[in-house]
């Protein structure tokens, strides 16, 4: 991306210069961000110009009013004010059509006194404009400056006898001078009559002073009234009622809806006795439809009086000017730097520094993107400066979108100051607004605006957390991913909370507690879940009721032979989870693809050294009872523990768990900070889940290295997606791989002879993890044709694919979907 080269259309293009936006100023040719709309608004005032070019406020009855207020809407930080001060200081520094225009300025109602009425603000304007003038003309008795200065005070003082009939200027008729005779013959009927031709005399006192000052025309331009709503309507009062002459060319900046609220607003209250009276407070709906279509008829009347439709600029996100009229933007750093760099080019990068690299990704990133307001692409595109020299990092990151995740109550600080922690507040906020079914991949394609800046900002945070905490990819993996498929399969929120809180998922615990705590409480809901995404093995041959049964092994027999190492026992009883009824001598006993997955995340989460992690696989391998929930007794989650290893006896000279451990240390500290995105993940976690209930294996071995051969398919199609912007990627097969291995081989055989082996890191890196290796076919390295995935050393000391095969796999129901 290299901006030095990039050919430019001097007519179409824009250059933003971030250091010079961070303020409203005007624009010039070549900086205007909304250029065609700049054009448009140019020529409305050029036409009304034309137009009243021979109007005169001479005659003395007030015939014609004129509403030609050209509005300019659009969101907060779109750019409503700079547009504005562009258009003025055009104008301020040119003349049209051989017409002169006196520019008044922007007025900002929330810098005005709560007191202080924008007409007289309005008028005093005029006259200090006026009265600079005729200072500088001298003020000698006989001069003719002298006698404009006079005509133009009697003018102001004519003006001045109608003000008492505005809102909050003067007292009103109910004052005590309107009880004395006197005054109402001399004075009051002088003062109604001033109030009744005060627009005309505006208008008179306009002429006079376009005249003086040598002027065809007041330019004058509100910005933004609509955010104090209090101070916006008497503004839009004023330009309805005294605004009306040709010779004020008047510009208004707001959001329409905004106006359209604050008209409704003053509406509602004049009809609030009415409510009161006959449709008793609001309770009788058929008045209060009536009500409403009054309101929605005198709503749309005023905007299309005072705001005229064909006098309306809209301003356009970027996104919509590069659809619509096929501009392009371009970004530089400051006015004086000679690089320049294409705005979606500049977006891309960032994304990418990111980990985004899918291009349909990418692609609805942009899209959200260049659809925010300027204001906060710019703050974007400015703190990035800073992310890309190493300046910020945690919460400066998602500066831009702090406040809605603030305002959505995400709880930021526990991402920042507690990393493996990062994915609790993620899974909290997608299940207090109902959104982890269609916004798990925290994606910005919701139609609510605070969602897409939420998930934009989790993502960003994410993906910067794991850098330095792998242990996160697992943990949204299940967390997250799973527990997404789970609220699918069963299409019930009320399990989806139960589970939650059940199996602690909005509490750091562990990850392979938090997987059998959320099968006890699944198990519990049969009529709704059928959990065949575990594999449901026969029990213990300690507790089969049955006795020894010579045509069936169960998985502590297999594991009890000769020759098995203790890497062997412990990598066999890993996945190994039992549910036992409360208060019955019932349990079931499963096999789980994410009990594997969790055990592969914890060890992550505490890989410092190989005593800890030696400590880690020595839980992980103990047989966990979990209790099934049941209404009628009491279960405390956890029931029973039986340890495997109790009974092992000697090893001798078993040295294969000092291996595993040392294999498992260099596993991890082989990841280096890479990332890979929450959208890829999710699609990892939903492929696995939807083929496991797929898969026809009878025997466990079988089973579960489909389970694997699933999983690491699964990463393969993702992490290919993620590399096609970039590389020359041959198409993969996207099928699941559900009874054989051949898919997985022949996509991966496909990635090595494009060249891409070292690209594909999260499935390499996965693949190779000695827990998940344990479980290959041992002829996986003869029909694998590739060099991507390197072997274990001691494949064969912790190889459990050829004792699983000897267990068999019971039978599961299938519950109908709901």
């Known amino acids: 991306m290299n901006g030095e080269h990039i050919n430019r259309d001097a007519g179409n293009d824009i250059v933003i210069v971030l250091n010079d936006s961070t303020y409203a100023h005007a624009f010039g040719e070549g900086n205007r961000i909304h250029q065609h709309e700049y054009e448009r608004a140019i020529r409305l005032i050029d036409g009304q110009i034309t137009m009243f070019a021979a109007y005169s406020a001479k005659a003395s009855v007030l015939h014609d009013r004129f509403h030609n207020t050209i509005s300019v809407f659009g969101g907060r930080g779109t750019g409503k004010t700079s547009f ?49 003038v005729l200072d500088a003309k001298g003020c000698s008795p006989t001069s003719e400056a002298f006698m404009v200065r006079k005509d133009w005070e009697t003018a102001l003082s004519k003006l001045a006898q109608g003000l008492p009939s505005l809102d909050a200027v003067g007292s009103d008729y109910r004052n005590a001078s309107w009880q004395d005779d006197d005054f109402i013959m001399e004075k009051g009927l002088e003062q109604v009559d001033a109030a009744l031709n005060l627009e005309l005399s505006f208008h008179r006192l306009v002429d006079k002073a376009l005249h003086i000052l040598g002027k065809d025309y007041f330019m004058l331009a509100f910005d933004d009234i609509d955010v104090d709503m209090k101070k916006g309507w008497p503004i839009l009062e004023c330009i309805r009622k005294y605004l009306t002459t040709p010779r004020i060319i008047t510009l208004l900046s707001g959001n329409l809806r905004f106006y359209s609220n604050n008209i409704r607003i003053q509406q ?35 905007l299309i009086k005072v705001l005229k439709a064909e006098n309306r600029i809209h301003l356009h996100s970027l996104h919509e ?58 703050n974007i595109l400015r703190n990035d400066i800073h992310e890309s020299t190493g300046e910020a990092h945690g919460i400066a990151s998602v500066d831009t979108f702090l406040s809605r995740m603030y305002a959505a109550k995400i709880d930021i600080d526990l991402m ?126 300690a507790y089969a009721r049955e006795g020894h049964r010579e045509d069936l092994v169960r998985i502590d027999d297999a594991f009890s032979a000769d020759g098995v190492t203790a890497a062997q026992k412990t990598i066999g009883f890993i996945p190994l989870c039992a549910l036992k009824y409360s208060g019955k001598n019932e349990s079931r006993l499963y096999y789980s693809i994410f009990n594997l997955l969790a055990a592969i995340g914890q060890v992550l989460k505490v890989a410092s050294g190989r005593d800890t992690i030696r400590t880690e696989l020595d839980k992980m391998q103990l047989l966990r009872y979990y209790s099934i929930l049941d209404s009628n007794a009491k279960a405390s989650g956890l029931e029973d523990v039986f340890n495997f290893s109790e009974n092992n006896g000697d090893d001798g000279d078993d040295n294969s768990m000092d291996n ?119 002829n996986f390295w003869e029909r694998n044709r590739t060099c991507i995935i390197e072997r274990n050393g001691h494949f064969e000391e912790i190889s459990v694919y050829e004792i699983l095969d000897r267990v068999g796999t019971r039978p599961q129901r299938t519950i109908q979907t709901r």
């Not at 609510?448 to 957390?465: D, Q, R």
């Not at 699918?488 to 750091?508: E, H, T, V």
Request: with cysteine.
């Open 268 to 302: 509602w209250r004049q009809l609030d006795l009415l409510i009161k009276y006959e449709a008793d407070g609001g309770s009788d709906k058929f008045m209060m439809g009536k009500f409403n279509a009054q309101v929605n008829e005198i709503e749309g009347q005023y």
């Open 84 to 132: 504005l001060h562009s258009i003025l200081d055009h104008y301020d520094q040119l003349n049209v059509t051989g017409k002169s225009i006196e520019v008044l300025g922007i007025i900002d109602p929330t810098i005005l006194e709560e007191k202080g009425h924008i007409f007289l603000y309005i008028v005093s304007l005029i006259n200090k404009r006026v009265c600079k």
């Open 321 to 378: 000017a590069i659809q619509t009229y096929n501009r392009r933007y371009f970004v530089k750093y400051t006015e004086g730097t000679e690089r320049i760099f294409a705005l979606e080019d500049k977006y891309t990068d960032l994304l990418n520094r990111r980990g985004i690299e899918n291009v349909s990704s990418v692609e609805i990133f942009l899209k959200y993107m260049l659809g925010l307001s300027l204001r906060t692409q710019i």
């Open 660 to 778: 595993l451990v040392s294999s498992l240390e260099a596993w991890a500290h082989r990841f280096e900070g890479q990332t890979i995105p929450p959208y890829a993940l999710g699609r990892i976690v939903s492929r696995l889940y939807s083929t496991t209930s797929q898969i026809r294996a009878r025997n466990l071995g079988a089973k579960m290295y489909q389970y694997t051969v699933t999983l690491l398919n699964a990463c393969l199609i993702e992490e290919a997606l993620e590399l096609q912007g970039e590389h020359d990627v041959p198409r993969l097969n996207n099928s699941n791989a559900t009874n054989s291995d051949r898919i997985f081989l022949n996509n991966l055989g496909k990635i090595s002879d494009a060249g891409l082996g070292d690209r594909i890191w999260f499935t390499k890196w996965l693949a190779e993890c000695p827990l998940i290796q344990a479980f290959f076919d041992a």
């Open 416 to 541: 920042i100051n507690n990393p493996w922690m990062c994915n609790i507040p993620i899974l909290d906020y997608l299940v207090r607004y109902n959104i982890l079914n269609n916004s798990y991949l925290l994606l910005p394609t919701d139609d609510n605006e605070g969602i897409n800046a939420c998930v934009t900002g989790l993502t960003f945070l994410f993906m910067e957390k794991q850098r330095c905490v792998p242990y996160l990819i697992f943990d949204y993996m299940l967390r997250i991913g799973y527990v997404r498929n789970v609220l699918l399969a069963s299409n019930s929120n009320d399990i989806l909370s139960g589970m939650c809180s059940y199996a602690g998922a909005f509490q750091d615990v562990s990850l392979k507690n938090f997987v059998g705590m959320s099968m006890g409480y699944l198990a519990s809901h049969k009529e709704y879940y059928d959990m065949k995404e575990h594999a449901l093995v026969y029990g213990l041959s």
